[in-house]
């Protein structure tokens, strides 16, 4: 992330977070939808792609559960459209 930003890449807002209400916050802020992983994955696995505040709550409480020592990361999910 900080490599792309010193490159000038444009990438969508994202947040490491530990909480339902910090994550709902988040993604109120930058809007529907969103995805959501565990911090430490990056191949695509337990990521999800959330499509309002209810499946963002569920998908959290999985993400959790897979791993309880590492935040969620939250990205803005953009649309091409």
Excluded: N, T
């Amino acid at each position: 992330s900080a490599l792309m930003d010193a490159a000038g890449v444009d990438q969508p807002k994202w947040a490491e977070l530990e909480s339902h209400e910090s994550a709902v916050k988040f993604a109120d802020e930058v809007g529907y939808p969103v995805l959501v992983r565990p911090s430490f994955v990056l191949s695509g696995a337990a990521m999800k792609v959330c499509r309002d505040e209810q499946s963002l709550r569920a998908h959290l409480d999985v993400a959790k559960e897979i791993s309880r020592d590492f935040p969620v990361v939250v990205s803005q999910f953009q649309v091409r459209g």
